[in-house]
């Protein structure tokens, strides 16, 4: 087996494939790097309550990297969280949602949205997951702790009226498209990066013994942290970019490729920004 003892992917548009099924051929890439010793473990924008098919399908061991960093757990208990509270983001929730944007609230035991949207259908049946509807007018949600937000929407129109709410904030916050229409919202200084940082020192592990596996920008910094950083086929063009490796496969192909490669190879140590010929 190779130097690398930890390998952390993204989920959607990573691990799963374009339908957001685990392949018969990811779950064996997996169960082989874990049988042979190595820890395998999940880094995604999803709370707990929508990723626990994948974590138990894959049987998961290691701790989760959720929420986009915000949240870090096991199927037993929360390891780390960092609350998110909405008071003080409440006005630029309200006025996306006039604007047609679908508000997404995620707590530890469900997601709330604002409004009724297509958006909001696709997203449930996507994750596969019912959200509750709040009343957009209400005081009441605006005192809540969340663990994220999630803007859908035309991502120039969120990006223009976020720019333009938040020099008004008083505290201070992370951001990321995380797909071509999503904009989540976590604490400051939470990312998946952050996370991974973190978890690497609850299981003792260096960064060159890591391997980090994404498709979009908010796996950035999480897949420069890690030794050998892995942008899948579909990736955003800048993601590839920064990464040390690119697969020639796409979704989880790209994931089966990589294990292949780095976790059960012998080429760990190897990787500089390497582009397999098409």
Known sequence: MSNIRLIVSDVDGT????????????????????????????????????????????ELKVPQILCNGAVIADTDRVWETTPLEVADLAAVMKEADRLGITVLLFQEDGIRALRRTDALDRFEHKERIACELLDPESDEWTQWSVQKLLFIGEMTGIRRLWSDHSP???????????????WEIVPGEQSKGEALRRLMAHLELKPEQVMAIGNQMNDLDMIELAGIGVAVGNSHPDLMERADYVCSAHYGEGVVEAIERFGLGREAATASKEVPAS
């Open 15 to 58: 691990l799963l494939s374009p339908d957001h099924q685990l392949t018969g051929s990811v779950k064996e890439a997996v169960r082989r790097f874990t049988e042979a010793g190595g820890l395998f473990t999940i880094a995604t924008g999803r709370p707990s309550l929508t990723v626990r098919s994948v974590v138990d399908e894959l």
């Open 168 to 182: 008004l904030f008083r505290e201070s916050y992370a951001t990321f498209q995380s797909e071509d229409d999503f």
